[in-house]
């Protein structure tokens, strides 16, 4: 993938260096003069004349620079390859660098010092080890006078921006307890009989009937053909909500690492939704706020996953006045409810606690708290503790360790009040 | 550290420096003098640039010294050898931090013809001045640099914007 042609735009600056020759040379001039004394001047006849040499030796070059960035998405982890290709008019000596934001260069460089005649490639690999936005570009070329007292800076092309999507976990063993259903098969149990694997009731034989499904006991003691019935499994519409939001309590690398263990987890469960065929939504609560409606397919999973990817702790707006206002909207009474929040913030349980009545609700809280040895933290464990054990009364709160197993966390907290199959667990 | 060996000749050849200017010098300037080739060294291999900076402070007692005991020429040298010397380890120190693509060697040899000219115009300037020296004001000879200073920065900022 190449990055788009663009200008470069150019600026000139005295360096550093430039400034300390030029004050040297005004401190020795004032030196003479206090000393009444021209033998200081002496010193200042090198500092100039090299000054000067060194500008004959101005470099007057047209830069051109081109980008290829192997793919614009990953998953965190993965390995993405850059190459710079620099072109010069005349031969230039010319120091490279390229911008490489949310990336670590591990493979080759994205500096360089070059002798630069006619054109150069520069090629290094970038270590997406985390979820987010990578930038790659601008690219800057510093040209300058052999002593650098002066420098040319260019910079060129437009920055290209990589996505590296959340790694998937393992998140089977949660159940949907949804009652409401919608006209697809799928995998949550809906009040009608028909095809599926829960047991629903016995009936009497019709023409058409499957000779497997008859019951033979209960034919025995009926005295005519008895057959089971299925409990009918269908799609149901879910609504997952990411809570990245008040996270002042924790250093910014641990805040980033609970916001990256639950986007994994949201991008986790909206895959193995999506997979079973049901219609899945999102809001985030972050940085930036976003909500998108329960959709079907393959481009509603490229959507949350690009969303989840732009995920960031921060908090421009709160959450319990997004749910409050926009679950009702989005989705339909009776469906599955999933909040992914550290429950760091008693507002935001008030409103899921006054959801629950309406919804399938299912609560998933990473513990921000792993193994804390401060007693300021030890009270917000307790504090948390206390509004899960509250929520715990009216839905599923699986209270979970970042980096262990989620389905052990799903076992404990137990199965939903109208237990369906697991997503994309037993059958799979 | 990269590029040790020359950022080892040119401190060798910054403590020779050293040594020269401080002969005779008193005490804390010799001390100076001669602790400066640590920073120098520290910086040059470690990509410190203000380190350098720090060097060529410390040598600046000596050279001020040398200017007002012993010839102008003499002086002048020193000062050209003590920036080209410092001129070079900046080379190296930028050069320690990046991978090099034949940038260093043929900006050495850039800093080397610099160094080469300024030299030669130098002993020529120095010596033509030595004869006017006696009858010239310092606080005009002072204005008079100075107001060349800035007109070579008001071209040479021309220069670079055309």
């Not at chain 1, 708290?369 to 839905?395: D, M, W, Y």
Request: net charge positive; glycine share 6%; aromatic share 6%.
């Amino acid at each position: 993938m190449r990055s788009p042609q663009s200008r470069c735009r150019k600026a000139t600056r005295v360096t550093a260096k430039g400034t300390l020759y030029l004050t040297l040379t005004l401190a020795l001039l004032l030196l003479a003069t206090a000393l009444e004394n021209l033998r200081p001047l002496a010193l200042t006849v090198p500092l100039a004349l090299m000054a000067g040499f060194s500008s004959l030796f101005h470099p007057k070059a047209s830069l051109k620079v081109e980008r290829e960035v192997e793919k614009n998405r990953a998953v965190a982890g993965d390995w993405v390859r850059v190459k710079l290709l620099i072109s010069s008019s005349e031969p230039v000596l010319v120091e490279v660098r390229d911008r490489v934001h949310r990336g670590w260069v591990e493979r080759g460089s994205n500096e360089s010092l070059l002798w630069l005649q006619g054109s150069e490639e520069l090629s290094y690999e970038v270590h997406l080890q985390r979820r987010g936005v990578c930038e790659l570009g601008p690219a800057r070329l510093v040209l300058s006078d052999p002593l650098r007292l002066w420098e040319e800076e260019w910079v060129c092309g437009e920055p290209v921006e990589v996505y590296v999507l959340p790694k998937l976990l393992a998140a089977r063993g949660l159940g949907l307890g949804a009652s409401y259903t919608g006209v697809w098969p799928g995998e949550v149990l809906s009040r009608r009989s028909g095809k599926g694997y829960e047991f629903y009731g016995v009936r009497e034989y019709a023409p058409g009937d499957e000779l497997r499904r008859v019951n033979w006991r209960a034919s025995a003691r009926h005295g005519k053909l008895m057959v089971n019935e299925r409990v009918e499994e269908r799609v149901t519409d879910a609504l997952i909500v990411v809570d990245a939001g008040l996270l002042g309590l924790l250093s910014a690398q641990e805040a980033e690492e609970l916001v990256d263990a639950e986007a994994s987890l949201a991008a986790s469960l909206a895959l193995h939704l999506l997979r079973s065929g049901n219609r899945v939504g999102l809001v985030l609560r972050g940085r930036e706020s976003l909500w998108l409606r329960p959709a079907f397919g393959k481009r509603q999973l490229e959507a949350i996953l690009y969303a989840l990817a732009r995920l960031e702790p921060g908090e421009p707006a709160p959450l319990d006045y997004a749910l409050n206002m926009l679950t009702p909207y989005l989705l339909k009474p009776n469906a599955e409810f999933i909040a992914i929040t550290p429950l760091l913030d008693a507002y935001v349980a008030e409103s899921i606690f006054q959801l629950a009545p309406n919804y399938s609700v299912l609560v998933v809280s990473p513990n921000p708290f792993p193994q804390r040895e401060r007693t300021a933290h030890r009270i917000l464990e307790i504090e948390r503790s206390n509004l899960i054990v509250k929520l715990g009364k009216v839905c599923r709160v699986i209270d979970w360790s970042p980096g262990s197993p989620l389905p052990r966390a799903a076992r404990r907290a137990g199965r939903p009040a109208r237990f369906s199959r697991t997503l994309g667990g037993a059958r799979s | 550290m990269k590029r040790v060996i020359p950022s080892a000749l040119v401190t060798v050849s910054w403590l020779a420096l050293s040594a020269a200017l401080s002969y005779n010098a008193p005490a804390p300037v010799t001390l100076a003098s001669i602790l400066s080739t640590i920073p120098l060294f520290a910086g040059a291999t470690m990509g410190l640039r203000p380190l350098l900076a720090l060097a060529f402070t410390a040598q600046l007692p000596a050279l001020v010294l040398a200017s007002l005991e012993s010839s102008p020429v003499r002086a002048a040298t020193a000062m050209l050898t003590a920036l080209y010397l410092t001129e070079l380890a900046d080379l190296l120190a930028r050069a320690a931090k990046m991978p090099d693509r034949g940038y260093v060697k043929e900006a050495a040899k850039r800093i080397t013809a610099v160094a080469a000219l300024s030299l030669a115009v130098t002993i020529g300037a120095t010596i033509a001045s030595e004869s006017l020296a006696p009858t010239l004001d310092p606080r005009i000879a002072a204005a008079l640099l100075l107001a060349l200073a800035f007109l070579a920065t008001h071209w040479a900022k021309r220069e670079r914007e055309r």
